[in-house]
């Protein structure tokens, strides 16, 4: 049971390129997130999706796109990278049912230049 | 929108003494109270949480109070040790499971 899990660990890139982060959940959830975590700030919302087939918009969503691949899999899409999209980026997963706790992964540390 | 504060920002603590953190926040359609600390290079790990018809829960070393009527709750940990240092967030949730996040609180436990 890995929990949940992302690729890549840590990513450069050029102002314009783009990129998708990948996150995978092992837990069954039906519910998962992506935060962004900037110095200094506490995590802030990019996107969720409440169940598969569905996404919405969080706190911060402007220049992302996601995609709810299956019940599994929640992926984060840079389609031009910023240099204000450096940040530290974590997906996230819950259940759904009686229990609210989300369920964090270790990260993902990306550069724009 | 939801504004969630957390005091203090920073703290430092001799080991086997006490540390407590406040969390106020404004929305009253949150009905689940956690606490998550985060490491240094990890992911935030759930270490305790209440829920809004609860006043207190207490996990060994780790306590959780709730204040609904006042809209704050607060961590507090006993006894401290060395591992506890880490970053500290507070993160107030509605029914639907959307989390806002307070700022952190670096907790420096010095032996």
Known sequence: NAGVTQTPKFQVLKTGQSMTL???QDMNHNSMYWYRQDPGMGLRLIYYSASEGTTD?????????VSRLNKREFSLRLESAAPS?????????????GTDTQYFGPGTRLTVL | GENV?????TLSVQEGDSAVIKCTYSDSASNYFPWYKQELGKGPQLIID?????????????????????KHFSLHITETQPE???????APTDSWGKLQFGAGTQVVVTP
């Not at chain 1, 999209?85 to 974590?90: E, K, L, N």
């Not at chain 2, 504060?5 to 920002?9: K, V």
């Not at chain 2, 209440?50 to 006042?70: F, P, Y």
């Not at chain 2, 506890?84 to 507070?90: G, R």
């Open chain 1, 22 to 24: 990948q996150c995978a």
């Open chain 1, 57 to 65: 918009k969080g706190e911060v969503p402007n220049g992302y796109n």
């Open chain 1, 85 to 97: 999209q450096t940040s530290v980026y974590f997906c996230a997963s819950r259940s759904g049912g």
């Open chain 2, 5 to 9: 504060e957390q005091h203090p920002s």
């Open chain 2, 50 to 70: 209440i829920r809004s018809n609860v006043g207190e829960k207490k996990d060994q070393r780790i306590a959780v109070t709730l204040n609904k009527t006042a």
């Open chain 2, 84 to 90: 506890d240092s880490a970053v500290y967030f507070c």
